[in-house]
């Protein structure tokens, strides 16, 4: 079994609205050296597959489903699942 | 002229559209399942109502491209029959790809219920030519994910084509791209809006200011859609 870390990310050119009351509350609490916060999303698959087809499968759940490339980027790593 | 509100799970205001259609236009009206949509292409147009649909999981509007209906609605615009999404029934077109762009969450960060001014864009659409051109509407909004973006490019497009046919005219609370309020595809046959139209057709509740969008698309019947 492998298990599948996908990070998503807004895409640059997007205003994140979380993102900036973020960084206003820590600016708040007296950390101003935070300039900028991006609040994003973390997806985690396990699935069964070798480490090619994986990669191809995972792309087009990405394309199909997990991601709107309008809005958001991606990047993903692979890894063994521990035993339990 | 025979409609169908089209209902995913978690959609929640599909009883407010079936009852505007029976109080402006006064024409058959079914609800339909989206496990049930094999039918859909027996309807003259199909109604995406608001709510929140698989509970906004993942994005707005994304889970329900794992529904068969999804495929049926795409094949339903392509066939060049009407479509109106409003609200989290403009989500699904977004994510379904039937509509360009995409949702974030509000500026403000606070689900919002209000009464929008909205401007008439473009009223050569079978959706809104019961309006005049550049006419002042006050809708009703109520959602958290109202902040439509779509990029320079995408944006250009939709100029160029006319696709941009509500604006909000005053504040654009939200933070819309362009303080785009409703767009239509290229074809101009699918129409998705924030500003909810259903809930402005009586004057005792809201006001009357959707009644010309279902009249609109009444009095559009037989012709061809195209922009």
């Known amino acids: ?84 | 002229m025979k409609f169908a509100v089209l209902v995913f799970p978690g959609l929640t205001c599909d009883l407010d559209m079936y009852h505007a259609i029976e109080e402006t236009v006064k024409q058959d009206v079914e609800y339909v399942w989206h496990t049930e949509a094999d039918q859909l292409d027996s309807f003259d147009a199909v109604l995406l109502p608001t709510g929140t649909s698989y509970g906004n999981y993942l994005r707005p509007g994304a889970l329900a491209k794992s529904s068969p209906a999804c495929k049926q609605l795409q094949a339903f615009a392509e066939s060049g029959k009407l479509v109106l999404g409003v609200g989290n029934g403009f989500h699904i077109l977004v994510e379904a790809g039937i509509l360009p762009g995409g949702f974030l969450r509000n500026q403000s960060l606070k689900f919002r219920s209000a009464l929008e001014t909205v401007r008439v864009e473009n009223n050569n659409t079978a959706f809104t030519k019961d309006y005049t051109q550049g006419q002042m509407l006050t809708l009703p909004v109520a959602n958290e994910f109202g902040n439509y973006y779509a990029d320079e490019q995408t944006v250009e497009k939709l100029k160029n084509n006319n696709q941009i046919i509500f604006t909000y005219a005053n504040e654009n609370t939200d933070g819309s791209t362009e303080a785009i309020a409703g767009i239509t595809n290229e074809r101009g046959n699918v129409l998705g809006m924030m500003p909810l139209p259903e809930r402005a057709v009586e004057a005792i509740i809201g006001g009357t200011d959707g009644t010309a969008l279902f009249q609109s698309i009444m009095n559009s019947r037989g012709e061809q859609h195209v922009n």
């Open chain 1, 1 to 84: 079994m492998t298990k599948v870390t996908i990070y998503v990310t807004l895409r640059e050119s997007v205003v994140d609205p979380q993102g900036i009351a973020t960084t206003e509350a820590l600016q708040k609490m007296g950390y101003e050296d935070v300039k900028s916060v991006r609040v994003g999303k973390l997806i985690e698959l396990e699935l069964d597959g070798s480490e090619q087809t994986i990669e191809t499968r995972v792309n087009e759940m990405c394309n199909d489903l997990l991601i709107n490339k309008v809005i958001e980027d991606y990047r993903f790593e692979i890894g063994e699942v521990a035993s339990k």
